[in-house]
């Protein structure tokens, strides 16, 4: 027998057709395809006509029907085909999707008639958690609301959320009351910002076939308005504190990392100016008392802060895969996750939340993570109070009967 490509697994015989089918996995690409091996003698190959991305094959008893999966960005959809029991018959017919998402379907097996299919459904939500640092654990926050990315008001009476996994725009007050939706589909809606009055929201929106733009959007709702001020997509975008600028990145896939820099918009001309000496850095922040500005170096190595008034740069922090950093309240620290030793070539840790003071550079680790299950796109925060916030993934799993209408 011919040597597979990569390894396999799923493996199904099928007495009625004399043939082998098998997932074949390149763990390098992580890309799947269902390869075949008719009869004893036969030699490994695709199975024809299949949709790229299909995996995890099963047939019915009688060989009639034969389902199977196909990756659908973080989650698989369910798809079938008959197949051919006579000579005279096509060897398949076209294959066609059975289920699609929100849910994630595992498991696919066929009933005996070739009638129904049973497969296992996945869905997940995230649900907000506050560390508690008198108990040293993660507790259940704003009624178990599946958002992420909140962001408080500057008065702390309000927060706003990109719902998950929806992606639309929300706010309510803190005490989970008057919830209100503020955006709706096509726009997906990617770390939301209070302006400091309270009046408007700042965004990162995408759209199908547009770039990662930032949206300004009413805080009682209406239609999202779109920066024109910078061609290109656009990040994360904080407020400075009189609310007249935004500062914002680039996207990390945009372009190289040596061309990305820091830009500030000017809200009332909708100017885009570049940050001197940002040129190598991306994902800003600006502190609620606007004096410092925080980036980070794309390699997740580096914490940089700009002095708003001398107008210069300096190295906060050095480490392995910082990520999420976050003001405090009243600007005297950083939050952040990170995974210490590794950048140094100490030995290295666990990934941890972390306490960064402005004035002394002390540093304190807050907890670490290790066990905590995060969402497919994970986030931490901070509340108003200086308790860090995170999302946990909560799944859930259940059997589903498909009736097929051909």
Same mark, same amino acid.
């Given at each position: 027998?011919?040597?597979?490509?990569?390894?396999?697994?799923a493996?199904?015989?099928?007495g009625?057709?004399?043939?082998?089918?098998?997932?074949?996995?390149?763990?390098?690409?992580?890309?799947?395809?269902i390869?075949?091996?008719?009869?004893l003698?036969?030699?490994?190959?695709?199975?024809?006509?299949?949709?790229?991305?299909?995996?995890?094959?099963?047939?019915?008893?009688?060989?009639?029907?034969?389902v199977f999966?196909?990756?659908?960005?973080?989650?698989?959809?369910?798809?079938?085909?008959?197949?051919?029991?006579?000579s005279?018959?096509?060897?398949?017919?076209?294959?066609?999707?059975i289920?699609?998402?929100?849910?994630?379907?595992?498991?696919?097996?066929?009933?005996?008639?070739?009638?129904?299919?049973?497969a296992?459904?996945?869905?997940?939500?995230?649900?907000?958690?506050?560390?508690?640092?008198?108990?040293?654990?993660?507790?259940?926050?704003?009624?178990?609301?599946?958002?992420?990315?909140?962001?408080?008001?500057?008065?702390?009476?309000?927060?706003?959320?990109?719902?998950?996994?929806? @992606?639309? &725009? !929300?706010?309510? =007050?803190?005490?989970?009351?008057? *919830?209100?939706? $503020?955006?709706?589909? /096509?726009?997906?809606?990617?770390?939301?910002?209070?302006?400091?009055?309270?009046?408007?929201?700042?965004?990162?929106?995408?759209?199908?076939?547009?770039?990662?733009?930032?949206?300004?959007?009413?805080?009682?709702?209406?239609?999202?308005?779109?920066?024109?001020?910078?061609?290109?997509?656009?990040?994360?975008?904080?407020?400075?504190?009189?609310?007249?600028?935004?500062?914002?990145?680039?996207?990390?896939?945009?372009?190289?990392?040596?061309?990305?820099?820091i830009?500030v918009?000017?809200?009332?001309?909708?100017?885009?100016?570049?940050?001197p000496?940002? @040129?190598? &850095? !991306?994902?800003? =922040?600006?502190?609620?008392?606007? *004096?410092?500005? $925080?980036?980070?170096? /794309?390699?997740?190595?580096?914490?940089?802060?700009?002095?708003c008034?001398?107008?210069?740069?300096?190295?906060?922090?050095?480490a392995f895969?910082?990520?999420?950093?976050?003001?405090?309240?009243?600007?005297?620290?950083?939050?952040?996750?990170?995974?210490?030793?590794?950048?140094?070539?100490t030995?290295?840790?666990?990934?941890?939340?972390?306490?960064?003071d402005?004035?002394?550079?002390k540093?304190?680790?807050?907890?670490?993570?290790?066990?905590?299950?995060?969402?497919?796109?994970?986030?931490?925060?901070v509340?108003?109070?200086?308790?860090?916030?995170?999302?946990?993934?909560?799944?859930?799993?259940?059997?589903?009967?498909?009736?097929?209408?051909?």
């Amino acid at each position: 027998m011919a040597p597979l490509p990569y390894p396999a697994f799923a493996m199904q015989w099928s007495g009625v057709h004399q043939t082998l089918r098998f997932t074949l996995v390149n763990h390098l690409t992580e890309e799947h395809a269902i390869w075949q091996i008719r009869g004893l003698d036969g030699k490994p190959e695709p199975v024809p006509g299949l949709p790229e991305g299909a995996c995890c094959g099963a047939w019915s008893a009688n060989g009639e029907l034969y389902v199977f999966q196909v990756k659908n960005g973080s989650r698989y959809d369910l798809w079938a085909m008959r197949e051919r029991t006579s000579s005279w018959l096509p060897a398949h017919s076209k294959p066609y999707r059975i289920a699609s998402g929100p849910i994630d379907y595992q498991s696919a097996v066929p009933g005996d008639d070739g009638k129904r299919v049973f497969a296992i459904g996945q869905s997940m939500r995230g649900e907000l958690e506050r560390f508690d640092p008198q108990t040293k654990d993660f507790k259940p926050y704003l009624s178990r609301v599946s958002g992420v990315e909140p962001d408080f008001s500057r008065d702390g009476r309000w927060i706003t959320y990109a719902a998950f996994p929806e @992606r639309t &725009l !929300w706010k309510m =007050r803190v005490d989970g009351t008057e *919830r209100l939706q $503020l955006t709706f589909p /096509p726009i997906s809606v990617i770390q939301p910002h209070w302006s400091p009055d309270g009046t408007r929201i700042a965004l990162m929106g995408k759209t199908q076939d547009k770039p990662m733009r930032i949206y300004l959007v009413s805080s009682n709702g209406g239609t999202p308005v779109e920066s024109n001020g910078h061609p290109g997509d656009e990040g994360v975008p904080t407020w400075s504190p009189a609310g007249r600028y935004i500062v914002f990145g680039d996207l990390l896939t945009g372009k190289p990392h040596s061309e990305m820099s820091i830009h500030v918009l000017d809200v009332a001309q909708d100017k885009v100016t570049e940050l001197p000496e940002s @040129r190598g &850095l !991306w994902s800003p =922040r600006w502190s609620p008392d606007g *004096r410092y500005i $925080l980036a980070m170096t /794309p390699d997740f190595q580096k914490l940089k802060l700009f002095n708003c008034q001398t107008r210069t740069w300096k190295d906060l922090f050095d480490a392995f895969n910082i990520d999420f950093p976050a003001w405090s309240q009243d600007s005297s620290h950083i939050f952040f996750k990170a995974t210490p030793g590794f950048a140094a070539g100490t030995g290295g840790g666990l990934a941890s939340l972390y306490k960064l003071d402005i004035a002394s550079g002390k540093r304190e680790r807050i907890t670490g993570l290790d066990g905590f299950e995060e969402t497919d796109i994970p986030w931490y925060g901070v509340t108003p109070d200086g308790s860090p916030l995170a999302l946990r993934a909560v799944k859930i799993e259940e059997i589903y009967s498909i009736s097929l209408s051909r």
